[in-house]
């Protein structure tokens, strides 16, 4: 097996269809369709089925890829450490950050990094599940992964600061208070974001922890979504300050007592130079957990 079998069955896997691979990665068409029989032949397995809408990856296929797209991440990154010079920073980064966290640092960090290393391809995702990244990161899949601390967090995190949590919504009782006690927000209805994400989990700890049994207005899969909810009435929310977005700020209230939760960024192991420049980039956003926007008069 190699790794241009790997990138070509992930081609297809993208695209659907051998032509369309082909044309993606500027070969000939029977280039790829030889280089996937050859790669089936040497496993042993079918890797996709033919279905009236294109090729669909069988279910050893899906495993397969899995583990290809890993040694093809890792590859591109041996390649972009072997090429990075003192200067210039070469090939692809992935990046990962937990939904709600670090809204405002990590466009800024990451701004700086391709205006300082523009030839450095960036690809930036936002997962919801602390699970699913630890799983990422375990696989190697990750160059940085930006999230809440947890139990599970590794030892060797790197702390980036804290993000506070704010009240958003138009309907409790002390909309002009500078902080909102919690105990005053008892029988309002909340919107709620998924189950196994972070952000309900830390509502739901919060309202634990102070007395409080939620009843839910509504779910809601982005932190935006959630205000916005919150905003028209819907109920009240709990978001990380820095994820308010613009023309929101009015509605926000920090809570009583505070709520905050430390950011930390993992590095995959043997990071190169690209996540070592982003690491050091994000260090110096600021993370203060007080910096939430201030509350209209």
């Not at 000939?28 to 397995?45: D, F, K, T």
């Not at 669909?56 to 899995?66: D, K, M, Q």
Request: hydrophobic share 45%.
């Amino acid at each position: 097996m190699s790794l241009r079998q790997f990138e070509y069955a992930l081609a297809v896997a993208e695209e659907g269809s051998v032509t369309a691979a082909a044309e993606l990665l500027h070969v000939a068409q029977p280039s790829v369709s030889q280089q996937i029989r050859g790669l089936e032949r040497e496993l042993g397995v079918e890797l996709f089925a033919r279905t009236p809408t294109g090729l669909v990856p069988t279910v050893v296929g899906r495993a397969f890829l899995r583990e290809a797209e890993a040694a093809v991440s890792a590859a591109r990154r041996a390649r972009a450490t072997a090429r990075a010079g003192a200067e210039e920073l070469v090939g692809e980064l992935v990046v990962a950050v937990q939904m709600g966290f670090g809204t405002r640092q990590l466009p800024g960090a990451l701004g700086a990094l391709r205006r300082r290393f523009p030839r450095l391809e960036v690809t930036v995702f936002e997962e919801p599940s602390s699970a699913e990244l630890e799983r990422l990161c375990r696989r190697g899949v990750l160059g940085l992964a930006l999230m809440a601390a947890c139990e599970r967090s590794p030892a060797d995190a790197h702390h980036l600061g804290d993000e506070e949590f704010v009240v958003v919504g138009a309907g409790h009782r002390q909309p002009a208070a500078d902080r909102v006690e919690l105990r005053e927000l008892d029988g309002e209805p909340w919107v709620r974001f998924d189950r196994d994400s972070a952000l309900d989990g830390v509502l739901l700890n919060v309202l634990r922890e102070n007395g409080l049994t939620p009843v839910t207005a509504a779910r809601a899969s982005q932190t935006a979504t959630a205000v916005r909810w919150a905003a028209h009435g819907l109920g009240v929310t709990l978001v990380p300050a820095s994820a308010v977005p613009h023309g929101h700020e009015h509605l926000v209230r920090p809570v009583l007592p505070a709520v905050s939760q430390p950011v930390i960024a993992v590095v995959r192991p043997g990071a190169g130079p690209a996540e070592a420049a982003l690491l050091d980039l994000l260090r110096k956003e600021t993370w203060s957990g007080s910096d939430f926007p201030s509350p209209a008069p």
